[in-house]
């Protein structure tokens, strides 16, 4: 909320700001707070052995409290019913990548390095995209009815993937911008993990990072056409994009991400194997 205030006061599009900011934060605070209460609990585990129940006892018993202040407030009241299907389907969609990194996750080290990068930054920009999508429609029709097209045709659900480059398209430059994005940030974000873990000195300049580049590339794409159909065909059903399609493109791109890093990975391995 702080950030879409500070927006409006410098005449900034919200969803370039506020949308991203708070996926950050969100992800540093939860990481953060795990981080803290495993070490409490293992730290403790010999002369407080039950305070890993009597923390999940706590939290379970705040839940009313958090609800009860949700349910009071104008702003947050409609997000208590309608934000518990798309956050359960997201984490069960998301699962999934944690099951895939629980089996390979010891045999490649540069999972542990690269996983969080290639979903933090898809998941960053198919929010932005999809914020401003939907924010359009908002302002341009009412809900059940999609814009039409620059031709004049009703607009339709399923789009074909190349016409999301036309140049007629609204939102084809923000498309393209988040799109080149990407490559740039990633060889930016690898060459800092070089720089902070030199051993990964093979893995950076070697087959892994025009791989790895790759696939981040595949993903942004994918998830960039996804949250574009998802968006059309909730607002055609009269629902509020805003609760459904982030959580769920952002856990559909922890899936593909964790899927072509461990594609990247077997082929780094088979390579790298055939040299010696």
């Keep these: 909320m702080v950030a879409t205030l500070i ?15 708070v996926a950050c934060i969100g992800d540093i605070t939860t990481l953060g707070a795990l981080d803290l209460m495993a070490r409490l609990i293992y730290y403790n585990r010999s002369g407080f052995p039950w305070l890993a129940s009597f923390i999940t006892v706590i939290t379970i018993l705040l839940v009313p409290l958090w609800c009860w202040i949700a349910y009071n407030h104008p702003w947050t009241r409609s997000s208590l019913w309608a934000c518990w299907f798309p956050t359960l389907t997201s984490v069960t969609i998301s699962s999934a990548a944690g ?7 010891s045999e490649f080290s540069q999972l542990q390095l690269y996983q969080p990068l290639i979903t933090g930054i898809g998941g960053t920009i198919v929010a932005v995209h999809s914020s401003r999508i939907a924010t359009s429609y908002y302002c341009c029709c009412k809900p059940g009815k999609l814009p039409k097209t620059p031709s004049g045709k009703p607009g339709k659900v399923c789009i074909f993937p190349p016409s999301v480059l036309c140049p007629k398209k609204v939102h084809t430059p923000t498309y393209l911008v988040l799109l080149g994005i990407v490559v740039p940030a990633q060889v930016l974000f690898s060459l800092l993990i070089y720089a902070f873990i030199p051993s990964h000195l093979s893995v950076c300049y070697g087959l892994f990072l025009p791989l790895y580049v790759i696939s981040c590339f595949v993903q942004s794409t994918i998830l960039l056409y996804v949250a574009h159909v998802l968006v059309n065909f909730l607002w055609k059903h009269r629902i509020d ?28 391995k088979i390579k790298a194997c055939s040299h010696h």
């Design 7 to 21: 927006s409006f006061k410098y005449h900034i599009d919200p969803n370039n700001i506020a949308v991203p900011i």
């Design 99 to 105: 099951v895939l990194l629980e089996f390979e996750g």
């Design 241 to 268: 994009p805003g609760f459904y399609v982030i959580p769920g493109c952002h856990a559909l791109g922890d899936v593909i991400g964790t899927i072509l890093l461990l594609l990247c990975c077997h082929i780094y």
